[in-house]
Nanobody, 119 residues
Framework: VQLVESGGRLVQTGGSLRLSCAFSGGTFTDYQMNWFRQAPGKAREFVAVVSWTGGNTNYVDSVKGRFTISRDNPANTVYLQMNNVQPEDTGVYYC?????????????WGRGTQVTVSS
């Protein structure tokens, strides 16, 4: 499985951007899809998750009401729409694919895309 993130850029406080993560090398609908982020000097943190069909989502409290995760299964792509971004949203955003197995989950990570929010 390969994951390639894109869409990161410099954006002003209050602005919007959309991140994309292209999935290949497996069956996309076998995987729950996640976005994580890592700010400079901080640990990587969970941002959002979408279920296999896209019907269920969950978010870290700090982005609720501002970010929306979605997936396009025919296109093998997951998105993160980021609205009203704040300086604390700055970081590298990573896509993570998770497939449950009987012996434990299998997970794959992308290489990340940089988001910088200017104040």
């Amino acid at each position: 499985v390969q994951l390639v993130e894109s869409g990161g850029r410099l954006v002003q406080t209050g602005g919007s951007l959309r991140l994309s993560c292209a999935f290949s090398g497996g069956t996309f609908t076998d995987y729950q899809m996640n976005w994580f982020r890592q700010a400079p000097g901080k640990a990587r943190e969970f941002v959002a998750v979408v279920s296999w069909t896209g019907g269920n989502t969950n978010y870290v409290d700090s982005v609720k009401g501002r970010f929306t995760i979605s997936r396009d299964n025919p296109a093998n792509t997951v998105y993160l729409q980021m609205n009203n971004v704040q300086p604390e949203d700055t970081g590298v955003y990573y896509c993570k694919a998770v497939r449950p197995e009987a012996t434990g989950a299998v997970a794959y990570w992308g290489r990340g895309t940089q988001v910088t929010v200017s104040s």
